[in-house]
């Protein structure tokens, strides 16, 4: 990756971990997913960050959509183990953000809002999906002038199809979505090696 190494990662920059819930553990539902190690990832960046005082921003997705694993009261809308026995652990500021949408910027409390009042200007992405919930909030960050580091290893999605039957693999949309978000400069894709290095 090209302009990812030596990432300075800002002593005020917000981890926003989005939407590490049950409910994407059931295969029959979602299909078949990439990169076992995102749990391992996401919880070594959480716990970089409660060490160190920084900001954590949850995210949790409660679906509206019937039938979903995510949907609220559902078992599959908690977080999963790696995330809920996080929370609550660090000294820095933290904040649960609910949404029923795939932007973290279009939830309650308003996340924009609540990291400009403190003034931070930086954001390190992880969580679930990679090129949905994920993506979206990185486009967003980027539109709204914040520096947005989306740390590829430490998320993952799942395959899909689309139009005219198209197929890709998780891994292929990985890949698409870091070509877009990086290329496109909505946001610089890193691995979390290089945020914990800068961090």
Known sequence: ????????????????????QKGFDDEGFWGRRDNPEAEANIAALVDRWQKTGRPVVFVRHDSAKPGS????????????????????????????VT?????AF?????????LKGAGIGQLVIVGIQTNMCNETTARMG?????????AIDAMHTFDLTGPFGWERTAEELTRATAVS????GFARVVTTEDVLKGA
């Open 181 to 184: 978000l990086h290329g496109g």
């Open 142 to 150: 980027g539109n709204l002038g914040y520096d947005v580091l989306f």
């Open 1 to 20: 990756m090209d302009n990812t190494r030596n990432i300075t990662v800002e002593d005020d920059a917000a981890l926003i971990v989005i939407d590490v």
């Open 99 to 103: 949404k029923s949408v795939n932007s």
């Open 106 to 114: 279009y939830g309650e409390p308003d996340l924009d809002a609540w």
């Open 69 to 96: 694993p995510l949907a609220a009261g559902a078992a599959g809308n908690a977080f999963k183990d790696v995330v809920a026995r996080r929370r609550g652990a660090g000294s820095g500021p933290e904040l649960l």
